[in-house]
């Protein structure tokens, strides 16, 4: 599986999430396959489409950098269809900004969706820059970017300090 990371700057409110986090992500997606017109199956949790969700997108290069992980694809489905329709977690959203506030359990922000769906425990944990982070040395851990044709092992820029 992969998880793809966006870097684009068109929005305000990605703009915005980049300079909160202090890195080069506002949002990412599990990618689960491909569709017959060539555009990536995805999942993920978007406050633009209020949740939980599933999407047919072009992954342009230039704004998204994606990365090759384990999991399994059969769990993360199962996970997709037990979410599916779970409202977005704009309160968690703002909890990576101010921790105390915490999340709401049955809410999803889209690193959360996508660290649950390829098994990562206390997915809660992870905003989209430190889930990139933390799947990218996995990555090189593993050796999985030396075995899979065009994978990443950083995927980009580095996280900003």
Not at 25 to 40: F, K, P, R, V
Request: aromatic letters at 10%; glycine letters at 12%; charged letters at 20%.
């Amino acid at each position: 599986m992969q998880v793809a990371f966006y870097k684009g700057r068109k929005r305000l409110f990605n703009r915005l999430t980049r300079l909160w986090l202090r890195g080069p992500y506002s949002h990412c997606e599990l990618i689960l396959g491909t569709d017959h017109n060539g555009l990536a199956i995805c999942a993920s949790s978007s406050f633009m489409d209020g949740g939980v969700r599933i999407k047919h997108m072009p992954l342009n290069p230039d704004h998204w950098d994606i990365v090759e992980v384990g999991g399994d694809a059969n769990n993360a489905w199962h996970w997709l269809y037990q979410h599916l329709g779970d409202k977005y977690d704009l309160l968690g959203f703002v909890g990576f900004i101010f921790r105390i506030l915490g999340h709401e359990k049955s809410r999803w922000v889209c690193s959360e969706a996508v660290a649950a769906m390829i098994g990562v425990p206390d997915a809660w944990r992870f905003d989209p820059c430190s889930l990139h982070a933390a799947v990218s040395v996995l990555c090189a851990i593993d050796g999985v970017a030396d075995a899979v044709p065009g994978a990443s092992r950083t995927g980009g820029a580095g996280r900003g300090t």
